[in-house]
């Protein structure tokens, strides 16, 4: 049970750790934000990321994503990733990642499962090699470890031990990690943008090894790297017959703000631009929206209205609403209930969207207030 700063409102879906309700977020996001971007200065510094993205004046300029940081002689970008020595950016270059791997058994948990070639009878045969799922071949996952974000309820936030780590795979060797029963190839993590240029160079050169075999490319991200990056992403996928996943984590700018520590303008105009290249494959999805419903911050208003804009754009964007876990920082909400689940799914549907799932259901827990 927590206990909003502002209003007085006691819930257990407040988090005693963001300090505010969701109310309070959107309604005086000026008063409250002080208070919560202490929050977000602690979690970064206790894993030594810069606070806020640089802006030195003489710093060097990296251009991957949204931030766009000046990055001063010694420093590091808000990724943690990027850096400055002897007055050169390193790290996130095309020859080296900050990675790890693992081959995936299809059909596996993806976020686009229910629309995509390697778990339904979608893109067969010049996506798939299968007319339903693909049993029997995998998925090559590759987590990079860095963000251009800093979610308080990250699942994978372990990964931030790692963003400075000497260890790199080359994409070379991760290219070759894409063996003959591997079928399509996802970037992940972290998030893939700190690092795109890697992903860019592996992805060339899986495609190229795969020799005319299947070898899709796909990619789960927040969706904030520069429009240049995302063009030679959609350019890949297209042609290979994988998809962009977009984890739409909230509309609200008070909310996204509260809960990843930055805006959400960059995501957004860039999931609009690409809803535009839909056209050039439309019998298998290009783009799939996700949504994580973190009790009490992501609700139906949420949901609504980014369901309203994907509805917009395009009524068969496929959307995936996702079943929150308390992790990281958000240990003190409860898990997604099943009552939260369908008052969001039937909130798409009413905002008009046709291709809507929940996933995750092993974690839905027990009904509070939706």
């Known amino acids: 049970m927590g206990t909003c700063k502002h209003c007085g409102k006691s819930a257990k879906t407040v988090s005693d750790v963001i300090g505010y309700c969701a109310q309070c977020i959107r309604g005086h996001f000026n008063e409250v934000w002080p208070d919560i971007k202490r929050v977000h200065d602690e979690t970064r510094r206790l894993h030594g990321l810069p606070t806020d993205p640089p802006r030195a004046a003489d710093g060097k300029a ?6 766009q940081c000046l990055i001063p002689e010694g420093g590091r970008g808000y990724c943690g990733l990027r850096r400055v020595a002897n007055g050169r950016l390193i790290g996130g270059r095309p020859h080296e990642g900050n990675l790890s791997y693992y081959h995936d058994p299809l059909p596996t948990n993806c976020v686009a499962d229910f629309v995509c070639p390697a778990g339904s009878d979608c893109g067969y045969p010049r996506y798939s090699v299968a007319p339903g799922p693909e049993y029997g071949y995998r998925n090559l996952a590759v987590f990079y470890q860095a963000c251009s974000f800093n979610c308080l309820y990250c699942q994978n936030y372990h990964f931030r031990v790692r963003t400075a780590s000497p260890d790199r795979i080359t994409a070379e060797e991760l290219a070759a990690a894409a063996d003959d029963r591997t079928t399509c190839i996802c970037y992940f993590g972290g998030d893939p943008s700190p690092q795109i240029l890697h992903a860019l160079k592996t992805s060339t050169l899986a495609v190229r090894n795969a020799d005319n075999r299947v070898m899709r490319i796909c990619w789960e991200t927040n969706g904030a790297m520069q429009r240049p990056f995302l063009q030679r992403m959609a350019d890949l996928s297209l042609e290979s017959g994988g998809c962009i996943k977009f984890d739409l984590k909230a509309w609200d700018p008070g909310i996204h703000h509260a809960l990843c520590g930055v805006p959400n303008i960059a995501t957004i105009e860039n999931f609009r631009w690409l809803s535009t290249l839909i056209p050039r494959r439309p019998e298998l999805p290009l783009l799939v929206a996700s949504t994580l419903l973190v009790p009490g911050y992501v609700d139906e208003a949420e949901v609504t ?59 839905l827990g027990n009904d509070y207030t939706c």
């Open 62 to 67: 990296c251009p991957l994503c949204h931030h």
């Open 305 to 363: 209205a980014i369901a309203t804009f994907l509805a917009d754009l395009n009524r068969e964007i496929p959307y995936r609403l996702l079943a929150f876990h308390p992790e990281f920082q958000l240990r003190d909400l409860p898990p997604t209930s099943k009552s939260h689940a369908e008052c969001c799914r039937a909130a798409a549907e009413r905002a008009g969207l046709r291709r809507i799932s929940i996933g995750n259901l092993h974690l």
